[in-house]
């Protein structure tokens, strides 16, 4: 483009410097021409951009790995000029996503539309946004970019793989010591009577008090620790292992299609997320621990928000955190009371944490372990070795699983 306007410019000069020497007007009329021309382009250039609104529509603002994510855009001329073309180059951050486009003619008080698409296979908090508008003249003499810095965020939960059993945890079971946290739901341990609220079911109403205080009163109750499950998920540094993700990641692909990067980073990620579906699907009470490097702590709770929130924390989980995984334990460990089931994943070949279970399942708490061998992930093999841990959990009274790259997450974690 800067080469053909300085064509011109060369051009407009040699008929100027040919009229002087000749004094024939063809050239002068010839450098009127080239004038024109070059001041028409920079006019016309210059009202390309204006008068033109973009619209940007996203659907979602939450979805999943494997999930496709789509967004609409739209260009409007509002000027009484025709639009020859206008390039949208979009900045997101989001993997794969390719939303920027060249639009055709677009006529006065004309609409162009178009949908960008993309499948997301990468977990994280991206950016959408800005945008560059850029635009010329007829000729190509002259390009104009308008800058549109607004912009929003896409959150990309990571992805779950189905689980048909991985365990039987201890039911609830009458008796046991009932922990001061009161419970949407009905269990085994009557805490008190409150005043009746709008959408209290009628079978919790206390008819006896209600009739002796004159007024509706339901029971409450409180979560039995029997049927607590605490995840304890591992993403110090010290546990990290990965290889270089291969151009091709079909290779690396199994449920269904879905894709995990070669990282143990991820499988820990996964894991986690297909666990924590698992139980809250089945209606357990599910805890969670992580330190991502910050502490992330949730109480027991069995709804859907809890499942929404741990995939939030999950999303954006990275392995930097210089706690040990002994420590997470050792530290998060006050949580659990007598009965409750521990779920630690982690890729740390340390012996460290194992005894730190050891500990758990000594105050009678239940004890799995998901091992991860970071040595098909590349890891030194001066770590230590994956069945040297799992035959010091299962020694010491715990059910162990352990995962290796490219196993199959629904198979392995699918056994009673």
């Known amino acids: 483009m800067a080469d053909r306007r300085n064509g011109v410019y060369v051009l407009l000069i040699s008929c100027l410097l040919l009229g002087l020497l000749t004094g024939k007007p063809f050239f002068f009329n010839l450098a009127y021409v080239l004038g024109g021309l070059l001041i028409t382009a920079r006019l016309w250039s210059w009202l390309a951009l204006n008068r033109i609104a973009i619209g940007r529509q996203t659907r979602v603002r939450r979805t999943q790995v494997g999930r496709p994510f789509e967004e609409r855009f739209s260009v409007h001329n509002n000027g009484w000029l025709p639009r020859l073309w206008i390039e949208v180059r979009d900045h997101s951050t989001l993997p794969n996503y390719h939303a920027s486009r060249v639009t055709p003619l677009v006529l006065p008080r004309a609409n162009y539309a178009w949908t960008a698409r993309t499948t ?20 190509g003499f002259f390009q104009m970019t308008r800058q549109i810095a607004a912009t929003t965020s896409i959150l990309v939960y990571p992805a779950t793989v189905p689980i048909a059993g991985f365990f039987a945890p201890s039911g609830i079971i009458s008796g046991g010591d009932a922990q001061r946290r009161r419970a949407q739901f009905v269990t085994t341990n009557a805490a008190g009577v409150r005043d009746y609220a709008p959408g209290d079911s009628f079978n919790r109403i206390h008819w006896r008090s209600s009739a002796r205080r004159d007024k509706l009163l339901v029971k409450e109750f409180e979560l039995d620790p029997q049927a607590d499950v605490w995840l304890f998920l591992d993403l110090s540094a010290a546990s990290l292992a990965a290889r270089p993700e291969a151009s091709d990641p079909n290779g690396g692909s199994y449920n269904s299609g879905l894709y995990i990067p070669p990282s143990t980073e991820e499988y820990a990620v996964v894991i ?6 698992h139980f809250l699907a089945g209606g357990r009470t599910l805890g969670f621990v992580t330190y991502h490097p910050r502490r992330t702590v949730m109480q027991p709770d069995r709804d859907n928000r809890q499942f929404m929130r741990i995939l939030e924390a999950l999303a954006v989980a990275k392995s930097t955190g210089d706690l040990a995984f002994e420590q997470t334990i050792e530290l998060e460990s006050h949580h659990l009371g007598r009965g409750a089931t521990a779920i630690l994943v982690s890729a740390d070949l340390d012996p460290g944490w194992t005894r730190a279970a050891q500990m758990l399942i000594r105050r009678g708490v239940r004890v799995v372990a998901v091992q991860i061998d970071a040595l098909s992930f590349g890891a030194d093999p001066a770590r230590g070795r994956a069945d040297d841990q799992i035959a010091r959990l299962i020694g010491n009274g715990a059910e162990a699983f352990i995962v ?7 198979a392995v974690l699918s056994r009673r």
């Open 120 to 139: 997301c296979r990468v977990r994280g908090e991206f950016r959408l946004g800005p945008l560059t508008l850029s635009s010329g003249d007829p000729f």
């Open 404 to 410: 290796r790259e490219n196993d199959n997450l629904s």
């Open 272 to 277: 986690a997320a297909s666990l924590a579906q």
